[in-house]
């Protein structure tokens, strides 16, 4: 067996100092050899790794949601829309005020309604509805007050703006002209607010995955499994790679500055081992945005809203791109080889 390194024999061996000291031998092997800008280029991949794995469960979450029949019918009233409505999740605030306020005041239940947006009395839409529950009434001026404090909130609220008579030209207020004339115009959530009624925003969802990490594996809210072995293992790389930002950088001897497995990582996942250039990361990011579009044609995650992924001249493109990058990182690596073979003769000859 060959003796072992500087370091290994004080720390028990080449093997048995895993057993004895884990974390000292870790910081040895895995960030001896990184420089800070390398660390902090991959503690930045693995964020970014992070924020899409968590983006693709906020989505499956939110599609789910809005597939339920209380969102998908188009219309929040009834009482089979209203029981639906009750029966969600809704995430507190001015768009679950919006949408419960309105089924109450589509099913005539005005007074219900009102208090149920007292949750969101200055949310541009809610002061709308308030509007056409006091017109309803015979309360003119009050009406006209909330719809110019509506429109003057989000001045391209189109139903405070129909209400108020400035005739916009929209398809919506063309209908209500036709269909319901002299009728005034509610304001109905839009897909955004809906999104945000059923998840929140993807902060949210990262903030729940971080209180209770093992909700991301449950199925029955829209989740996939897999994805949210994704994203909690992108959380602990990136967990990991923080950690390693705050740990001081060994002294290695140039012998030893380029390890066989540091190699075989730069032969197989290119850019990784030219982290402290730009090359690098344009490597690095390059190969991973390829692969991941070609993830879908493998079957283990689907992607319905670009079918395109999964055409036979769009896959052809892109393993295309991965032979490129794989070329470009080869020459690189040659070449760092070579500059390494160089010094290591320089330093010979000038002991």
């Known amino acids: 067996m060959a003796a072992p390194g500087p370091g290994h024999a004080g720390a028990g061996g080449r093997y048995r100092?895993?057993?004895?000291?884990?974390?000292?031998?870790?910081?040895?092997?895995?960030?001896?050899?990184?420089?800070?800008?390398?660390?902090?280029t991959l503690f930045l991949l693995a964020l970014s790794l992070?924020?899409?794995?968590?983006?693709?469960?906020?989505?499956?979450?939110?599609?789910?949601?809005?597939?339920?029949?209380?969102?998908a019918s188009g219309t929040y009233g009834g009482g089979w829309g209203g029981a639906q409505l009750s029966?969600?999740?809704?995430?507190?605030?001015?768009?679950?005020?919006l949408l419960s306020g309105l089924s109450a005041q589509l099913d005539g239940e005005d007074a219900q309604a009102r208090e149920r947006y007292a949750a969101a009395d200055t949310d541009p839409c809610v002061r709308n509805n308030l509007g056409?529950?006091?017109?309803?009434?015979?309360?003119?001026?009050?009406?006209?007050?909330?719809?110019?404090?509506?429109?003057?909130?989000?001045?391209?609220?189109?139903?405070?703006?129909?209400?108020?008579?400035?005739?916009?030209g929209t398809p919506e207020a063309a209908f209500q002209r036709t269909y319901r004339p002299g009728a005034p115009r509610l304001c109905y959530p839009d897909q955004r607010r809906l999104t945000r009624a059923v998840t929140g925003d993807l902060s949210v969802t990262l903030r729940g995955a971080l209180r209770e990490p093992l909700s991301v594996l449950d199925p029955s809210g829209g989740g996939?499994?897999?994805?949210?072995?994704?994203?909690?293992?992108?959380?602990?790389?990136?967990?990991?790679?923080?950690?390693?930002?705050?740990?001081?950088?060994?002294?290695?001897?140039?012998?030893?500055?380029?390890p066989l497995a540091y190699r075989a990582l730069a032969l197989l996942l290119p850019g990784s081992a030219l982290?402290?250039?730009?090359w690098g990361s344009m490597l690095l990011l390059a190969w991973g945005a390829l692969i991941a579009a070609l993830f879908p044609a493998t079957g283990l995650v689907t992607v319905p809203f670009l079918p395109v992924l999964g055409q036979e001249g769009t896959r052809a493109v892109l393993v295309a791109g991965l032979v490129l990058v794989y070329a470009l990182n080869l020459l690189a690596f040659i070449a760092a080889e070579l500059r390494h073979a160089r010094r290591l003769r320089r330093e010979a000859s000038g002991a």
């Open 224 to 258: 996939s499994p897999r994805l949210g072995l994704a994203l909690l293992g992108s959380g602990l790389l990136a967990a990991l790679l923080a950690l390693a930002l705050l740990l001081p950088a060994s002294a290695v001897a140039l012998a030893q500055a380029r």
């Open 50 to 71: 992070l924020v899409v794995t968590g983006g693709l469960h906020w989505a499956n979450l939110a599609g789910a949601g809005l597939r339920s029949p209380a969102l």
């Open 275 to 278: 982290l402290d250039s730009p």
């Open 132 to 168: 056409v529950i006091a017109q309803t009434r015979g309360d003119e001026p009050q009406a006209r007050e909330l719809y110019r404090a509506a429109l003057s909130a989000r001045p391209d609220l189109e139903a405070a703006a129909f209400n108020l008579g400035l005739n916009p």
């Open 87 to 97: 029966a969600l999740a809704l995430r507190p605030g001015a768009d679950a005020a």
């Open 17 to 40: 100092s895993w057993l004895r000291h884990p974390l000292s031998r870790a910081r040895r092997v895995f960030v001896a050899y990184a420089t800070p800008g390398e660390r902090l």
